[in-house]
């Protein structure tokens, strides 16, 4: 079974940029998170999505940051402007709808702003 | 005070040492509770699983769960420097499946040979 597929691994970009981030999850996972993850910290949930409807997004900075997943397969994060604060690693991950198996996370997109 | 509280380490031991690693929780109504562990520069991994309060085994690791004094802990017996890593406790009000998940902030486990 392939795992959860994230584009690009590392981003640097100057603070006021945009950025996007891509993931494709596990094939029939119906389920997709972004989650954002600050050095030192636990991953914190931005968005969540069930197949192509956004199922929670309550801490997601929705001034500056928006996402889609357009089919309910792959997703995109996009951050405009980037601000300093938002160097951090970027996680997806998915599950299926059903069934205590737990999230599947992709590697990450580690962003830095300067 | 933050929903789930874990120490950041680091936590040096030998090899073989067994290892115990806590996390609290203020939110009661939290009934799965996993651990993930985590390598650097890759995304966390799900060790282990359990519902409600009890001990649940695999392998080398055991998980612990103690809901009345909102406790969770994960044991790792005969480490292995491949254990290094950092260890992320995670809990969730319902079924994990669809859910989100709240996070502690990790320890970070080194195993010296």
Redesign the interface.
Same mark, same amino acid.
């Given at each position: 079974e392939a795992g959860v597929a994230q584009s690009p691994r590392y981003k640097i970009i100057e603070k006021r940029q945009s950025v996007a981030f891509w993931c494709n999850p596990i094939s029939g996972h119906a389920t997709l998170y972004w989650y954002q993850q600050i050095l030192g910290q636990g991953p914190k949930l931005l968005i969540q999505f069930q197949n192509n409807g956004v199922v929670d997004d309550s801490q997601l900075p929705k001034d500056r940051f928006s996402a889609e997943r357009l089919k309910g397969v792959d997703s995109t994060l996009k951050i405009q402007p980037a601000k300093l604060e938002d160097s951090a690693v970027y996680l997806c991950a998915s599950s299926l709808l059903t069934g205590n198996y737990g999230y599947t996370f992709g590697s990450g997109t580690r962003l830095t702003v300067v | 005070q933050k929903e789930?509280e874990?120490d +950041?380490g680091p936590l040096s031991v030998p090899e073989g040492a067994i290892v115990s690693l806590n996390c609290t929780y203020s939110n009661s109504a939290f009934q799965?509770f996993?651990w993930y562990r985590q390598y650097s520069?890759? %995304? +966390?991994?799900?060790l282990m699983?359990t519902?409600s309060s009890g001990n649940k085994e695999d392998g080398r690791f055991t998980a612990q769960v103690d809901k009345s004094s909102k406790y969770i802990s994960l044991f790792i017996r005969d480490s292995q420097p491949s254990d290094s890593a950092t260890y992320?406790c995670?809990m969730s009000a319902y079924?994990?499946? %669809?859910n989100?998940?709240t996070? %502690?902030?990790?320890t970070r486990l080194m195993v010296k040979p």
């Open positions: - | 789930v874990q +950041p799965y996993m520069r890759k %995304g +966390p991994e799900l699983y519902y992320l995670a079924d994990n499946a %669809g989100m998940l996070f %502690g902030g990790g």
